[in-house]
């Protein structure tokens, strides 16, 4: 599985970016999709995800302002964030938390990230 993210930049407070996560290779199980972030000196955090069951989950900090969603055609993944705040600030990273085949293990696979920076 390859992921690959674009779209994160610098906005202000109020602001709205788009990220994109472009989805490649064998995707045996896809467990869970989404995205997490890791603002500067904290550890990484769960955003949003949309699980195998048909589920999506929001942290509560950003609920309401931000919406993943999801382009089975071109195998793309979204995060729409609007109402941007300075504490939205990150590194954020595609995730992908599945199996590429039946004998491999779940594990988590990670794109290499596309900051985010919002001022205020």
């Known amino acids: 599985v390859q992921l690959v993210e674009s779209g994160g930049g610098l906005v202000q407070a109020g602001g709205s970016l788009r990220l994109s996560c472009a989805v490649s290779?064998?995707?045996?199980?896809?467990?869970?999709i989404g995205w997490y972030r890791q603002p500067p000196g904290k550890q990484r955090e769960l955003v949003a995800h949309?699980?195998?069951?048909?589920?999506?989950n929001y942290a509560d900090s950003v609920k309401g302002r931000f919406t993943i969603s999801r382009n089975n055609a071109n195998n793309t993944q979204y995060l729409q964030m609007n109402s941007l705040k300075p504490e939205d600030t990150a590194v954020y990273y595609c995730?992908?938390?599945?199996?590429?085949?039946?004998?491999?293990?779940?594990?988590?696979?990670w794109g290499q990230g596309t900051q985010v920076t919002v001022s205020s």
């Open positions: 949309d699980t195998r069951g048909g589920s999506t």
């Open positions: 995730n992908v938390w599945g199996r590429e085949n039946y004998y491999e293990p779940v594990k988590d696979y």
């Open positions: 290779g064998s995707t045996f199980t896809i467990n869970t």
